[in-house]
């Protein structure tokens, strides 16, 4: 096992990290996916859900009773197990990776756990500068569960299918980390950012390493692309994200770029964020389901071009979950016309290529059944 050796989280990944992603990544040249993401004409339209690992599954149910969430996260063989369940159940182009956004903090020795029904709780929430000062940054020898996990997964994939890494972003990492657990509005958190934007600024500084460690150790792994998720995002104004978020996530973006994989970047509620959380540095912009993606891919090419940027970027998204709630001959139709705007923006060439996705995650509800139409639907157009 090799264990990623970039000793300052901040600085150019080292040569030998580079090789140790280099040596770990399966070639894959032919994946809907890359080939999708790379702006090339895939063999089918490439598949993944949100959340497709986990609850909706009997599967993960029956594997995960009487585990701890986080004690699974930690565990190689049902991290591997319990990310290739949906990959071969519904025939997914991408597996993600099972885990949490809270892994890297808990595995730093932050008391944090995964509360069933609730999600991410803290023993103790992080408001203050010495709180700040006394919350610890994740080392990669630390996530070594994680990257034995990362290789049992790709020992299994077929070559045509990636496994997507992923991290939470600064904000939504630091909502939890300050109210405590999950958070209707997120009012704690803005009030400090907006009282004691010092406080704030600090405590993003100490999480962005984190968010670098956890990328690059998957990174070095062997994972074939990555996710951020801001999913809070949302709750913020474009002024306030471009004050206080956009400069953290950028640095994350600038530190995992060398490895040369396609990288993600989503939040819920972002319309009007697209193009600033494009311009972050992703190549892939995922949408939630609010925004048809040829009017979310025309904003975003409008923004980075106006700001000189690369243009245009490969668009992922974007069924409303609770439309997998429906009846079959619903979701096929949501689907036709999701495709048909991921194709208008390529058409229009305000897109690269189209990864289908859901606007946000698998709601537990859902009849596994359902998703795996979704997936067949999909891949038939
Ligand atoms: O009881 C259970 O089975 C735990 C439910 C669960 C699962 C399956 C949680 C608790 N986390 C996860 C896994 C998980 N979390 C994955 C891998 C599975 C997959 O996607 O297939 C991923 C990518 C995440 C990422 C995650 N965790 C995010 C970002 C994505 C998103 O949904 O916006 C967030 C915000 C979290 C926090 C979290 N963890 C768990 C819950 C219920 C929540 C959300 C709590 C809230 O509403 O604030």
């Keep these: 096992m090799t264990l990623p050796t970039s000793a300052s989280p901040d600085a150019n990944p080292t040569d030998a990290g580079l090789a140790a992603a280099a040596a770990a990544r399966r070639a894959a040249p032919d994946a809907p996916f890359l080939v999708a993401a790379?702006?090339?004409?895939?063999?089918?339209?490439?598949?993944?859900?949100?959340?497709?690992?986990?609850?909706?599954?009997?599967?993960?149910?029956?594997?995960?009773?009487?585990?701890?969430?986080?004690?699974?996260?930690?565990?190689?063989?049902l991290l591997s197990e319990i990310t290739l369940q949906p990959v071969r159940r519904h025939d997914a182009d991408a597996a993600i990776l099972f885990s949490d956004i809270v892994v890297p903090l808990k595995a730093a020795g932050v008391a944090v756990d995964i509360v069933p029904g609730r999600g991410p709780v803290l023993e103790h929430p992080v408001r203050t500068p010495a709180d700040i000062a006394a919350l610890p940054t994740v080392e990669p020898g630390q996530l070594e569960s994680v990257v034995e996990g990362i290789g049992g997964v790709l020992d299994e994939l077929r070559d045509d299918q990636v496994l997507i890494g992923f991290a939470g972003a600064p904000f939504t990492l630091a909502s939890y980390l300050i109210e405590g657990g999950p958070s209707k509005n997120h009012g704690i958190t803005k009030s400090l950012m907006y009282s004691e934007p010092q406080t704030w600024h600090a405590l993003m500084e100490r999480l962005t390493p984190t968010v670098i460690t956890f990328l690059r150790t998957q990174?070095?792994?062997?994972?074939?692309?990555?996710?951020?998720?801001?999913?809070?995002?949302?709750?913020?104004?474009?002024?306030?994200?471009?004050?206080?978020?956009?400069?953290?996530?950028?640095?994350?973006?600038?530190?995992?770029?060398?490895?040369?994989?396609?990288?993600?970047?989503?939040?819920?509620?972002?319309?009007?964020?697209?193009?600033?959380?494009?311009?972050?540095?992703?190549?892939?912009?995922?949408?939630?389901?609010?925004?048809?993606?040829?009017?979310?891919?025309?904003?975003?090419?409008?923004?980075?071009?106006?700001?000189?940027?690369?243009?245009?970027?490969?668009?992922?998204?974007?069924?409303?979950?609770?439309?997998?709630?429906?009846?079959?001959?619903?979701?096929?139709?949501?689907?036709?016309r999701i495709c048909a705007e991921g194709d208008a923006a390529i058409a229009a060439g305000n897109a690269t290529g189209h990864i289908f996705n859901l606007g946000h995650g698998v709601l537990p509800e859902t009849d596994p059944d359902a998703i795996t139409r979704a997936f067949a639907e999909v891949h038939a157009l």
Excluded at 264 to 278: D, S
Excluded at 299 to 322: C, E, M
Aim: charged share 25%.
């Design 219 to 336: 990174l070095e792994a062997g994972i074939d692309a990555l996710q951020l998720f801001d999913s809070w995002a949302g709750f913020l104004s474009l002024k306030d994200y471009r004050e206080f978020v956009a400069p953290y996530s950028q640095r994350i973006f600038d530190a995992v770029r060398p490895y040369g994989v396609p990288m993600i970047h989503f939040g819920v509620n972002t319309a009007e964020l697209l193009g600033e959380m494009a311009a972050v540095g992703p190549d892939i912009i995922g949408v939630d389901w609010k925004t048809p993606l040829d009017v979310a891919a025309a904003r975003v090419t409008a923004d980075l071009r106006d700001r000189g940027l690369r243009v245009p970027r490969a668009i992922q998204g974007n069924l409303d979950p609770a439309v997998l709630l429906a009846g079959p001959e619903v979701i096929a139709g949501h689907v036709r």
């Design 38 to 77: 790379a702006g090339g004409t895939p063999s089918r339209r490439p598949v993944w859900m949100m959340r497709q690992a986990g609850r909706s599954l009997p599967e993960y149910r029956e594997l995960r009773a009487g585990v701890e969430m986080l004690d699974s996260c930690f565990r190689p063989d």
